[in-house]
């Protein structure tokens, strides 16, 4: 009896796997390989050469330790991952088929008369199999396949995000570690100046009013450079948090902002913005939908529930086979409302993509025309505003010696000086950012010396 009932059952059992056929541990590999394989040309070709953690920092942060720290350590980026392994695991559940039932039962028993206590009892015991047809499984499999395909993408697109913070917060460090340089370089001319005034105080040839004058001076620029420090040092936490971190060792940044250069035609990057991964994603995407309505469609067909077992009969003693198949008829539910919401989906992906599309390209124009604004202003100072300036303090500040220029023009040539060394320091500073901007829509580097 037990062994017509083993034959019974694996009769009716399904096949688990189909040979040449990927199983999700494969799929995952695949997958995993994917993530190291496509990372993003904005990290270049020496990213992931040495990986240090924050402890292990020098006193110089180069662009591309602050790029591997945050790649490496950022809470964000690494929740983005488990997402990929969470879909992983998601593609292992639908990978399986439904499990086979166990059906015991038993009648004719503790009744009235002849059907009194266990004499006439007949038992049945059978298991019965789902039978999924349609290919619905390789279809779910397919489905959760590109599912941890898009959390790649997404994975993809947070990468960039924490590129973009990494890369802004970088050129703000540059911008406000050269701000501290120029004022220390200003406070060294007013504290000349200072000592200046002061011989000719104590040899009566200027009032004490014009010390007191000149030591505000030194004061006024004292104070500018620790705000500049301390601008430098909310720069400082703000790079640790994207570490991961609460706060980092090193002083140094290496590096410079790069000054106004040629740029590509805006016509060649505005098509490069189709290897962001915010549009590049639309292809996995619109497949992954198209899938989802592939199952819908599968799913209309019912699955047939096939069983097989045995009955004994206690009193004759006898054993019969029992076989049979259970369909479900497709009366009220069609899943016409599940077709329907694929359907309805594969389009709305198509408008969604576009409106992504038109957005990127937008951004992309609006940083371009803020670039060529910027660059003119940029070789004005270069060319004109700063040497003209330089030499206007210089021409002064020699002249005042001699008693040609008196006290206020000198502080006045100072005070244009660092205001338009500060000006043009701020218009770098504003335009490195609007490169790494569009390096960022583009997912393509167009160089820049601070990298």
């Not at 910027?374 to 505003?385: P, T, V």
Request: glycine share 4%.
């Amino acid at each position: 009896m037990e062994k017509a009932f083993l034959i019974a059952i694996f009769a009716i059992l399904p096949f688990k796997s189909v040979i040449g056929a990927p199983s999700p541990i494969d799929l995952i590999t695949q997958n995993s390989r994917q993530i190291s394989q496509s990372r993003s040309p904005l990290f270049g070709d020496n990213y992931g050469a040495q990986v240090l953690s924050p402890s292990e920092m020098t006193d110089t942060l180069s662009f591309q330790t602050a790029l591997a720290l945050s790649t490496t350590n950022n809470p964000q980026l690494q929740a983005a991952l488990y997402t990929i392994r969470l879909t992983q695991a998601e593609s292992i559940q639908q990978s399986m088929s439904p499990n086979p039932e166990l059906d015991i039962e038993v009648e004719n028993f503790a009744g009235t008369g002849e059907f009194g206590g266990l004499g006439a009892l007949e038992s049945v015991i059978s298991i019965g199999q789902q039978i999924e047809i349609s290919g619905k499984r390789w279809k779910r499999i397919e489905a959760a396949d590109y599912r941890t395909n898009l959390a790649i993408w997404d994975y993809r697109v947070k990468e960039l995000e924490i590129y973009s913070a990494v890369t802004e917060c970088y050129i703000q460090l540059i911008a406000a570690q050269n701000e501290i340089y120029m004022t220390e370089e200003i406070l060294s001319l007013a504290e000349n100046f200072r000592t200046n005034v002061e011989k000719r105080v104590s040899a009566g040839k200027l009032s004490p009013s014009a010390l007191s004058r000149a030591e505000v001076e030194v004061m006024r620029t004292n104070m500018e450079l620790k705000r500049t420090k301390r601008i430098l040092e909310e720069k400082r936490i703000h790079m640790a948090a994207l570490f991961g971190e609460n706060k980092l060792s090193f002083s140094v940044i290496s590096g410079e902002l790069v000054s106004a250069r040629p740029l590509p035609p805006v016509e060649k990057l505005t098509g490069l913005v189709e290897n962001n991964p915010k549009l590049a994603r639309w292809a996995t995407e619109r497949a992954y939908r198209n899938s989802i309505l592939k199952l819908a469609n599968a799913s209309r067909i019912m699955d047939p529930i096939i069983s097989a077992g045995f009955k004994n009969i206690q009193d004759t003693g006898d054993i019969a086979f029992s076989v049979g198949v259970s369909i479900p008829l497709p009366v009220f539910n069609r899943n016409e409302g599940s077709i329907l919401k694929a359907t309805e989906s594969i389009t709305q992906s198509n408008w969604e993509e576009s409106s992504v599309r038109t957005q990127l390209q937008s951004e992309l124009e609006s940083a371009y025309i803020l670039l060529i604004q910027l660059e003119d202003e940029i070789l004005g100072y270069e060319k004109k505003l700063i040497p003209e300036s330089e030499l206007a303090y210089d021409i002064v500040s020699k002249d005042y010696t001699q008693g040609k220029f008196g006290f206020l023009e000198v502080l006045d040539a100072e005070r244009m000086l660092f205001d338009i060394k500060h000006y043009y320091l701020d218009l770098l500073l504003e335009y490195n950012l609007a490169i790494a901007y569009v390096e960022i829509l583009i997912n393509e580097k167009l160089s820049g010396s601070y990298n």
